[in-house]
């Protein structure tokens, strides 16, 4: 194994018109100086009419935008799916949406209380988060232990863990809680399912979604990418093979952490495809996700992508 170091002035309020957010550009295709306001379109997943939603610049001013326009308080919204009202997985809002994207709000319907025993030490459940503090089911295991337990559904928001609220943590908080839950014990969770439309009633879990066919993918069309910190970013699309690695790193984040996060998997890709060695790589790791104390292991099999990825080029 490689080795490693040890990781881990107030603007006088206008009171005629708050500025629109601006996006830089990072394609080079539009002059600096245009600063444009893009518009999405957005519906709420179980039906609503169609609204405009501009005026954000991450996905917490989004979720904003998406309440203010459908009238609802932004508790409501679980996650917003791209160019599906389905509750595909695949589909996931997260730090990137094409300017060509149809947003699908989905909101909180049933609340379900459920007991599961962990019988062995996984459960099976895969977890992710909306960025906006609210952590829901991305993948449940075949044949694993929750998934006897039939009323779990993907999607669901994890509302609390043996009384304890989930909501405002991230996703590899909650994996870590649950991974924590000794053995052979019976815990209670609850639940809180998105709300369903007329035919999605009776969904376990979610219906593929067919192809958009319109995929950007190596298009050279744009991306709006939200970020954490600092502002949005008009970008050309991924590569295919930068997707491919990006997908990678998402499958070690789900083995080794129980958790996806596509834009978690895309900074991690950021930070390591210009790094020349190893030690440079965890130190841009630790600079921009240090918090995540990611094992070695996992850092180590990254920087294997990294390399192959290059290969390829």
């Not at 509750?87 to 094409?98: A, F, N, T, V």
Request: charged share 25%.
């Amino acid at each position: 194994m490689m080795p490693f170091s040890n990781p881990f002035r107030r603007k006088k309020a206008n009171p005629v018109k708050e500025p629109a957010p601006s996006y830089e550009n990072t394609n080079g295709n539009e002059p600096e100086s245009v600063k444009p306001q893009l518009v999405f379109h957005a519906q709420l997943a179980h039906g609503s009419p169609t609204a405009r939603i501009e005026g954000f610049s991450n996905i917490r001013e989004l979720y904003s935008r998406i309440a203010k326009a459908f009238n609802i308080p932004v508790s409501e919204i679980i996650f917003c799916t791209l160019n599906t009202h389905k509750c595909e997985m695949d589909r996931l809002l997260g730090g990137q949406i094409g300017l060509e994207d149809f947003i699908f709000a989905h909101i909180k319907g049933q609340v379900k209380n459920i007991s599961l025993t962990k019988s062995e030490a996984a459960l099976g459940l895969t977890i992710t988060d909306n960025g906006a503090g609210y952590p829901f089911l991305k993948r449940i295991k075949p044949n694993s232990v929750a998934d006897q337990c039939k009323t779990l559904c993907v999607g669901d928001h994890v509302q609390s863990i043996c009384g304890q609220s989930t909501v405002g943590s991230r996703h590899f908080q909650v994996a870590k809680q649950l991974k924590e839950i000794p053995l052979n014990t019976t815990f209670e969770m609850v639940l809180v399912e998105p709300q369903k439309a007329f035919d999605m009633i009776s969904q376990r879990g979610a219906a593929k979604a067919p192809p958009v066919s319109s995929s950007n993918i190596g298009t050279g069309k744009s991306t709006l990418r939200l970020r954490s910190k600092g502002p949005a970013t008009i970008e050309a699309l991924p590569t295919e093979k930068e997707g491919k690695a990006v997908g990678k790193i998402d499958d070690l984040l789900d083995s080794f952490l129980g958790i996806r996060d596509m834009e978690l998997s895309s900074t991690i890709w950021e930070c390591g495809k210009e790094q020349k060695n190893p030690d440079d790589f965890l130190t841009a790791l630790n600079d921009q996700l240090g918090d995540f104390a990611f094992p070695q292991e996992f850092i180590f099999d990254v920087w294997g992508v990294v390399l192959d990825t290059r290969q390829t080029y």
